[in-house]
Nanobody, 114 residues
Framework: QMQLVESGGGSAQPGGSLRLSCLMTETVFVSMAWYRQAPGKERELVASISRGGTPTFYADCVKGRFTIYRDDAKNLVYLQMNNLKPEDTAVYYC?????????WGQGAQVPVSP
């Protein structure tokens, strides 16, 4: 069964950068996405990427600051986050962009504060 392992989270200051990684334990060629869940809020879609790497989609709140990309040879999906803001504070998860979701991983915590 597919397992998703997120890494790369950690504390950041406003304006800082982090790169999250999502390792998939099986080789698949499907559209993937990053989601996030802030304290007290529902999980939301942040960005998605199609099988071949394009097209990509970004939520308005991260457009121009976050970049999603993938390395299918390594079963990895990345989320480069620049110019972080306190409102980006959340636990970040990766999963399929559509269809039946795989079991959620443990997520990567990203607290953003001065």
């Amino acid at each position: 069964q597919m397992q998703l392992v997120e890494s790369g989270g950690g504390s950041a200051q406003p304006g800082g950068s982090l790169r999250l990684s999502c390792l998939m334990t099986e080789t698949v060629f499907v559209s993937m996405a990053w989601y996030r869940q802030a304290p007290g809020k529902e999980r939301e879609l942040v960005a998605s990427i199609s099988r071949g790497g394009t097209p990509t989609f970004y939520a308005d709140c991260v457009k121009g600051r976050f970049t999603i990309y993938r390395d299918d040879a390594k079963n990895l999906v990345y989320l480069q986050m620049n110019n972080l803001k306190p409102e980006d504070t959340a636990v970040y998860y990766c999963n399929r962009a559509s269809g039946d979701m795989w079991p959620w991983g443990q997520g990567a915590q990203v607290p953003v504060s001065p």
